[in-house]
């Protein structure tokens, strides 16, 4: 198993590291993550060509947008969290592509 992540910037630093390039063939899209609370901020992914790029800050145009507390977000990526339920609690809320959603997770190892 991977290790547990503290924090959202981790998460995000470690995120093309765990990028799964098989998963994503044929996808283009940008994923952009808003995280509310201690620790959160804004970061985006850009999935184009089997490559996974992530910036910090607001993407011009996302395919689609994750809002949560960083807390939930973090506990979300490392599994004590899941992320069906948190949607259905409303501690997720996601607005644009659902099929985006759903691919998230084969995303990442």
Known sequence: MAETASSCKEVFDNMTSRFKKDAAKGLNATYQFDLSGDGGGQWHAIIANEQCEVKEGKAASPNITISMTAKDYVDMVNGKLNGQMAF???????????????????LFA
């Open 88 to 106: 259905m609690t409303g501690k997720l809320k996601i607005a644009g592509d659902m099929g985006l959603a759903l691919r998230l997770q084969s």
